[in-house]
């Protein structure tokens, strides 16, 4: 069985950072991983230093504009599959899939329908799939995915971030996507936030699993353009993100 991952939380939380770290984590553990970007803003494809030209938006648009112009004795979905396979980018011990733009006009039902048989497939050749989605999960209810084993809020402890993973749990009940467990993972922590992180999550009732630090070396980096994938193991959020990932079992 695939585990399947998703990370959300406001943006600038650092949503795309944790999901690269977990990224890290797992593809030094040997599993094979599927990373979709699922945030039209996010720079997932960066912080794991990798480049990426196409996007399934493109290959959604590609079969959306091209579906009646295509002879009826042709196979769709296994043009579709064929497409997705181009825009899968693979890279050591982990592949990335970016779903790029939003649609445009109109009804993309059909692709969608397709998709998703697809994606359910192709996600059973690996051993996690994590999916850095936007912040409000709006895309969730098109149930590309149908099942989500951990849905992980990133907050920075802020009251207002505490409020959006609050928010985020009140939404889950509300997709169409069946989600398992749900966390909290407060992130850029300082000894001054610590202790009202512990305690806002115990009042809003959320799970807190972990408090990541704000770390110099992900500043470092940041301010240098490179990748986090290579962050060294002494890099305390990397420590961080190794105890989430024993609690996890990951
Ligand atoms: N633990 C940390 N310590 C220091 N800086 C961090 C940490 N986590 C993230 N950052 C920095 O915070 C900024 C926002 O992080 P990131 O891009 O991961 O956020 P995001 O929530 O994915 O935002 P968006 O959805 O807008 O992409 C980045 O500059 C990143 O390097």
Not at 84 to 91: A, D, S
Request: charged content about 30%; hydrophobic content about 40%.
């Amino acid at each position: 069985m695939t585990r399947v991952i998703a990370v959300t939380g406001k943006g600038g939380t650092g949503k795309t950072a944790i999901t690269t770290l977990l990224i890290r984590h797992l593809t030094r553990g040997n599993k094979v991983v599927l990373a979709v970007d699922a945030d039209p803003d996010t720079n997932l494809p960066e912080t794991l230093g990798c480049e990426v030209h196409r996007t399934i938006g493109d290959v959604k648009e590609f079969m959306h504009e091209e579906r009646d112009n295509l002879p009826p004795d042709v196979n769709k979905q296994s043009i579709l599959e064929s497409k997705l396979y181009e825009v899968l980018e693979e890279m050591p011990g982990y592949d990335l899939l970016v779903m790029g733009r939003p649609e445009g006009s109109g009804c993309y039902c059909y692709v969608n329908n397709l998709l998703r048989g697809i994606m359910n497939k192709l996600v059973d050749n690996y051993d996690v799939l994590i999916i850095d989605t936007e912040a409000g999960l709006e895309h969730f209810s098109r149930k590309i995915f149908k099942q989500v084993d951990d849905l992980i809020v990133v907050t920075d402890g802020s009251r207002r971030g505490m409020g959006t993973a609050e928010r985020i749990r009140e939404l889950v009940g509300e997709l169409e996507t069946d989600v398992a467990h749900i966390y909290v993972i407060a992130n850029k922590v300082t000894d001054s936030t610590s202790e009202t992180i512990i305690r806002t999550a115990a009042e809003l009732e959320l799970e807190l699993i972990g408090m990541v630090p704000l770390d110099e070396m992900i500043v470092q980096r940041d301010l240098a353009g490179q990748p986090l994938m290579e962050l060294p193991d002494d890099s305390p959020a990397v420590k961080e993100i190794e105890n989430i990932s024993r609690k996890l079992n990951l």
